[in-house]
């Protein structure tokens, strides 16, 4: 998976498109991601002993083939590329050919 918790993403598909956020949890196995903010469903909850019941808001999670990456160098939206560099994979811009992260492992 080439996105991360953490990078700045512009939805391009569905009810939410065109808006924009921050990663909050990847879900690789399903390859989805959440986004906060961002394609919100109500879920009804009964009051319970202690709890109050009313109507919430749940971001649900978002397919990766309808977002994308958002650059943090030219500031465009951009797909993401793979590069070894000393034996460690970088994820890079295609737009603008600069490295998105800097050090570190990817996982």
């Known amino acids: 998976m080439k996105l991360k918790k953490g990078d700045k993403v512009k939805i391009t598909a569905g009810k939410d498109r065109g808006k924009e956020g921050k990663i909050e949890n990847v879900l690789p196995k399903e390859k989805k991601v959440i986004v906060p903010e961002v394609n919100l469903y109500k879920k009804h909850v009964k009051g319970q002993q ?6 919430f808001d749940l971001p649900r999670p978002l397919s990766v083939a309808k977002i994308a990456l958002i650059c943090p160098k030219c500031k465009k939206q951009t797909r993401i ?13 295609k737009k603008c050919n600069k490295e998105i992260d ?6």
């Open 50 to 55: 202690g709890q109050k019941g009313g109507m």
């Open 81 to 93: 590329g793979i590069r070894l560099v000393k034996n460690e994979k970088v994820r890079i811009c």
């Open 102 to 107: 800097t050090g570190g492992k990817n996982k």
